[in-house]
Structure formats: C-alpha cells, structure tokens
C-alpha cells in the first residue's frame, strides 16, 4: 500500500528520534494527519512544502496515538472500576476516539 500526501515522511520521523517501524508509523501518520486536515479544514492537503511547525506536530501526534492505541491494549479500555461489589466499566470506541482528541 502507497501513503502520499504525508506532512511527515518516514525517515523525517527517524531523524527526530521516533522509533516506530514504517508500516505502523504510515498508518498513524495517516490518523495524524485526518486530525490535522480536519483542525485546518482541509487547508494543508496538497502543500508543496509542509512547514516545519506541522512536520513537528506530525511527530508529536504518532506519538500521541501510539501512546493511547499502547495504553488501551494494556488497559483493556477500562474506563472506571469499583472496590466495594467489585464493579468495572468499559469505555466505548466513542469515549476512546474522544480521549484521543
């Protein structure tokens, strides 16, 4: 599968220290980059040159969803849990989409 289009390129996020392999990091930077066309309204799709401040953002965004995606398989999406009559909740894809904006 080809990614074009990308704010951040693969071995841009290599050079600023992200260490994810490439078809992980293509899929996040996709997710990455959905979230910023849609915070921009769509003013940065088709840009000759991406600017360094979004190519920054880029990384700190895989970053962030790798994080959360890690965390929520580790955590099983619980969202609350309860001692006394032992009780536990579980978030639901709309409450983790949410967190991760």
Do not use: H, W
């Not at 990308?6 to 050079?15: D, G, P, R």
């Not at 392999?21 to 996040?28: Q, S």
């Not at 003013?43 to 890690?70: D, H, W």
Request: charged fraction near 20%; glycine fraction near 6%; include cysteine.
């Amino acid at each position: 599968m080809e990614f074009s289009g990308q704010y951040l390129t693969y071995n841009e996020y290599k050079a600023l220290g992200g260490s994810l392999d490439i078809t992980p990091f293509n899929l996040l930077e996709f997710e990455a980059r959905r979230i910023i066309d849609n915070r921009t309204l769509q003013r940065l799709k088709g840009i000759e040159q991406v600017p360094q401040e979004v190519k920054m953002c880029m990384f700190s965004l895989v970053n962030t969803i790798n994080g959360y995606a890690n965390q929520s398989q580790t955590s099983k999406n619980i969202s609350s849990e309860s001692v006394g009559s032992y009780s536990v909740s579980y978030a639901t894809g709309t409450q983790i989409q949410e967190i991760v904006k």
